[in-house]
C-alpha cells in the first residue's frame, strides 16, 4: 500500500518531471493535503492551519525541518519545509526528495511518511518523528560511548 499524499497526482507529477516548471506547477495546488498516520487515521484532509509549529529542530541546504503538532490528532510530527524556486535543478533536486520519502513507506528502517502539502510554493513533508538525528547519534556514539556506529547499522 502506497502512501502517496492525495494532494500530488500522479499526472502532475509527469508533467513536472518531463520539463514543466514545478514552481508553475506548484501554484495550481491547494493548500491542503491528506495524511496517513498508522494506527492513528488514514487518508484525512490536513491543511498548514492544522499544524502547531513547535520550533526549528534541522535545516539544510534546501530548507527547514520544525516539529510540528498536528492539532486534530494530538500527533508529534517532523516537518521539512523546501523552499520553492526558479532554478531547475534545484526543482528536480525537490521532486527526488518528495519521491523518495514517499516511495520509501514501506521500509521498515526509515522514518514513516504521514503526507505532503504545497503552501506558498514551499513543499511541507511530514514525516514521523525521531528520538534525535543521526548526526547527533553519531557525535554521542562517538565523544561519550568512545565507540563506532557498525557498517551495516548505519
Not at 508553475?24 to 488514514?42: A, D
Not at 521532486?95 to 520519502?101: E, Q, T, Y
Request: charge should be positive; glycine fraction near 6%.
Amino acid at each position: 500500500m502506497s502512501c502517496r499524499p492525495q494532494l500530488i497526482g500522479r499526472s502532475t507529477l509527469k508533467q513536472l518531471k518531463s520539463g514543466e516548471s514545478f514552481v508553475s506547477g506548484l501554484k495550481y495546488h491547494s493548500c491542503q493535503g491528506r495524511l496517513t498516520i498508522p494506527n492513528v487515521c488514514q487518508d484525512l484532509k490536513f491543511s498548514t492551519e492544522d499544524l502547531i509549529d513547535e520550533g526549528e529542530i534541522g535545516r539544510g541546504a534546501y530548507g527547514f525541518v520544525n516539529r510540528m503538532l498536528h492539532r486534530p490528532t494530538k500527533t508529534v510530527m517532523a516537518v521539512k519545509r523546501i523552499r520553492s524556486t526558479l532554478n531547475e535543478r534545484e526543482q528536480r533536486n525537490t521532486l527526488k526528495d518528495l519521491d523518495v520519502v514517499m516511495n520509501s513507506a514501506n521500509c521498515p528502517n526509515i522514518v514513516l511518511f504521514y503526507g505532503a502539502i504545497f503552501t506558498e510554493g514551499d513543499c511541507w513533508i511530514c514525516m514521523e518523528m525521531m528520538a534525535t538525528s543521526l548526526d547527533k547519534f553519531y557525535k554521542f556514539v562517538y565523544n561519550y560511548l568512545q565507540s563506532r556506529i557498525p557498517e551495516s547499522i548505519i
